[in-house]
């Protein structure tokens, strides 16, 4: 009986011992144990800084086309409204119709702009290692002005051509993207080391939804000769449209990818310095009428990147 009472002592004091050591070192892993650590945490953040975008600008205006005039005696060749606006001088002949679609852009788009960005998810179970985050940021407004919009040699109908210059633009564009990422941190164990530089990895897909704000002038007084560009604007008392100011809005997929370093200032606060790199197929500006019934594409962003330079400070619980 004595015996069986100091054996039942002895293993209730083995299992207690062996509880004990599970709460004693809560940031090892036992697996199938409530009481282990599988280094799962819940992850919030907040960033800032700047977005260098880049993108190939694309005539989208099709067939649209412009009447020109060429002065016999010295060859040189002029819109159909500037002879007009001169009071149809002698000494002229019509050169023909030019496709004004034909036209390539004046210069491409490169801007910098500010860009704010929030992302919420959480390191996955058994490997910390890697963090699934569900992100937003927002590209604020950048600015495409240029005047000429369009420039080229611009064959004629007649077989003459001239170099010709198009319309005039001060338009904008900025972007709303909501992505999942994946992320990993280059670290061993389950719990990121303190006051060390942690370098990361991430991919992921979003939807970018761009907004785009355009006004179009006929700098060049070969936009205002074409009738179907009557609806959208006013014509002034000297003939020229005055184009109407125009929002339009674009949603394309947006592969997102990037790379920075982290740094733990406590076991739940980093401080995050990285680079995001978003990819935008194609971003429009139309013009509207003045109820927005209609619309004319006019010009495009193709193959829109930005880089995001972006310092911010991330909570993990």
């Not at 800032?48 to 993108?55: C, D, H, K, Q, S």
């Not at 500037?82 to 023909?96: F, L, R």
Request: hydrophobic residues 40%.
């Amino acid at each position: 009986m004595k015996s069986y009472i100091f054996s039942s002592v002895v293993l209730s004091v083995c299992v207690m011992s062996s509880a004990m050591a599970n709460w004693q070192y809560p940031n090892k892993y036992a697996r199938d144990s409530w009481a282990g650590d599988d280094g799962m945490r819940f992850v919030v953040s907040a960033r800032g800084g700047a977005a260098i975008g880049r993108a190939d600008i694309k005539n989208e205006i099709g067939g649209l086309t412009g009447r020109y005039m060429r002065e016999i005696a010295t060859g040189e060749i002029v819109t159909a409204a500037w002879y007009d606006s001169v009071g149809q001088p002698a000494g002229y002949e019509d050169a023909g119709y030019g496709r004004l679609g034909d036209l390539p852009a004046a210069n491409n788009y490169r801007d910098i702009s500010v860009a704010i960005g929030v992302s919420a998810g959480f390191t996955v179970p058994e490997m910390p290692q890697w963090r699934i985050e569900f992100g937003f940021d927002h590209i604020a407004e950048s600015d495409y002005n240029e005047n000429p919009l369009f420039e080229g040699v611009l064959p004629l109908s007649s077989g003459y051509s001239v170099d010709a210059q198009s319309g005039g633009v001060q338009s904008s564009l900025a972007s709303d993207i909501y992505s999942v990422m994946a992320f990993y941190d280059f670290f061993d164990g389950l719990n990121k080391p303190l006051r060390q530089m942690i370098p990361y990895v991430g991919f992921g897909a979003g939807y970018a939804d761009t907004k785009t704000v355009l006004q179009l002038t006929d700098s060049y007084g070969d936009l205002s000769d074409v009738y179907e560009l009557q609806n959208f604007g006013v014509v002034d008392d000297f003939g020229v449209i005055q184009f109407n100011k125009a929002e339009s809005h674009t949603s394309n997929l947006a592969p997102v990818v990037a790379l920075g370093l982290s740094y733990g200032i406590s076991d739940k606060m980093f401080i995050d310095a990285g680079l995001r790199a978003m990819y935008v197929s194609n971003v429009k500006w139309e013009l509207t009428n003045a109820d927005n019934s209609q619309k004319r594409d006019w010009f495009s962003a193709e193959k829109l990147i930005y880089v995001n330079a972006m310092l911010g400070l991330r909570v993990e619980f």
